[in-house]
């Protein structure tokens, strides 16, 4: 079992930053490749970032490719993101997931591959 926490979200003015963390505990090794996933009221989860901890590679979507940042720090068993230039669109509660393995490039996106979550943390961009 993987347990994890994410930390971080608040309320910001557009064009902010905003760094989140996320910290896995348990069975690590059942959490070598970890994404961000968010979810506005009304809307679908979405994938925005994902990074495999084996090599580092990393993933995004497109909506925030050039703005948010995923990073790991393995000693500490933690992944962030960093997100600039923050739009009210961002706006959504942000989940960190985690799986056991790779997978493909493709998959590392979709929710479905991943086997744990986090609780979220509340991301509020408004002026």
């Known amino acids: 079992q993987v347990h994890l926490v994410e930390s971080g979200g608040d309320s910001v003015m557009p064009g902010g930053t905003l760094t989140l963390s996320c910290i896995a505990s348990?069975?690590?090794?059942?959490?070598?490749?970890m994404a961000w996933f968010r979810q506005a009221p009304g809307k679908e989860r979405e994938g925005i970032a994902a990074?495999?901890?084996?090599?580092?590679?990393?993933r995004y979507a497109d909506s925030v490719k050039g703005r948010f940042t995923i990073s790991q720090d393995n000693a500490k068993n933690t992944v962030y993101l960093q997100m600039n230039s923050l739009k009210p669109e961002d706006t959504a509660m942000y989940y960190c997931?985690?799986?056991?393995?790779?997978?493909?490039?493709?998959?590392?996106?979709?929710?479905?591959?991943?086997?744990?979550w986090g609780q979220g943390t509340q991301v509020t961009v408004s002026s």
């Open positions: 348990g069975d690590t090794d059942n959490s070598r490749c």
């Open positions: 997931a985690a799986r056991p393995t790779r997978q493909t490039w493709r998959n590392m996106l979709y929710q479905g591959t991943y086997n744990y």
């Open positions: 990074i495999y901890t084996g090599d580092g590679s990393t």
